[in-house]
């Protein structure tokens, strides 16, 4: 099992940038794909952006060119640098493992003026 916890949310100003953290604990982190998810009030989870063991990313199309994905395995950490933001960024960010099924708690991204 993989224990997650995220840090790094705030708010921040449209056109903005944050780095959110998620620190992995718990199992082999370099050999599970990671990815980060994000919900709002009243919407399902969506996949925003995954980085698999060896460094391929995949991002969804409405984040594609503003975020980018990154881990360092000697860190057990993975990154998700934010720039551009939109205030429909707005969300809570949630770190994940699909392979073990394991959740972070979220960190919470406000963006507004």
């Known amino acids: 099992q993989v224990q997650l916890v995220e840090s790094g949310g705030g708010l921040v100003q449209p056109g903005g940038s944050l780095r959110l953290s998620c620190v992995a604990s718990?199992?082999?982190?370099?050999?599970?794909?990671m990815g980060w998810y994000r919900q709002s009030p009243g919407k399902q989870r969506e996949w925003v952006a995954i980085i698999t063991s060896v460094g391929s990313t995949s991002y969804a199309a409405s984040v594609k060119g503003r975020f980018t994905i990154s881990r360092d395995n000697a860190k057990n950490t993975v990154y998700l640098q934010m720039s551009s933001l939109k205030p429909e960024d707005t969300a809570v960010y949630i770190c994940?493992?699909?392979?073990?099924?394991?959740w972070g708690q979220g960190t919470q991204v406000t963006v507004s003026s």
């Open positions: 718990g199992s082999i982190f370099s050999r599970n794909t």
């Open positions: 994940g493992a699909p392979g073990p099924g394991s």
